[in-house]
């Protein structure tokens, strides 16, 4: 699984003439660390309690331009932005009960049908989220 690398995120913030700053990188490896799939407020609580002065705007731009430059996902779960650094194509899991996200192989899910678009359209790719129980919660 290709996930969000420090080195390419250190080469991508130098070559854009950014500083590599100790909250930028204490975001990348806390995102690195994450299994899941965290909100911009998981993030900054995260970094917050290592540097106390890390501001929600940091966390807030630092995410974005990340999205922004390919190296983190964003999906929406019931209106709440959560990031992932999965960067491999998949899907997603969200159990209803617990609201936990879970990555499901891209390969796992049918091929997309061919359907009706517009004239010149062409499909890149597409995202699936599944939605249910998760098994700790099928089994409660």
Same mark, same amino acid.
């Given at each position: ?10 080469? &991508? %913030?130098?070559?854009?003439? /950014? !500083?590599?700053?100790?909250? @930028? &990188? ?8 994450? #299994?899941?799939? #965290? ?5 900054w609580?995260?970094?917050?309690? !290592? +540097?106390?002065?890390?501001? @929600? ?5 630092? /995410?974005? *331009? ?11 779960? $019931?209106?709440?932005?959560? +990031?992932? #650094?999965? &960067? ?5 899991? =969200? ?5 936990? =996200?879970?990555? %499901?192989?891209? $390969?796992?899910?049918? #091929? *997309?049908?061919?359907?009706? /678009?517009?004239? @010149?359209?062409? %499909?890149?790719? +597409? ?5 249910g /129980?998760?098994? %700790?919660?099928?089994?409660?």
């Amino acid at each position: 699984m290709k996930r969000l690398a420090t080195q390419d995120v250190t080469d &991508l %913030i130098r070559a854009r003439g /950014l !500083k590599l700053t100790p909250q @930028r &990188l204490a975001i990348v490896e806390y995102l690195q660390a994450c #299994p899941g799939h #965290p909100t911009a407020e998981d993030v900054w609580k995260a970094v917050n309690a !290592k +540097f106390p002065m890390a501001s @929600r705007a940091t966390v807030y731009n630092t /995410l974005n *331009w990340l999205k922004e430059n390919g190296q983190l996902s964003e999906i929406q779960q $019931d209106g709440v932005a959560r +990031f992932d #650094p999965n &960067l491999d194509p998949h899907h997603h899991f =969200v159990c209803r009960r617990c609201g936990r =996200v879970e990555d %499901i192989d891209y $390969d796992a899910v049918a #091929p *997309w049908p061919q359907c009706a /678009l517009p004239e @010149r359209h062409l %499909i890149e790719g +597409f995202d699936v989220t599944l939605r249910g /129980l998760c098994a %700790i919660c099928a089994a409660s």
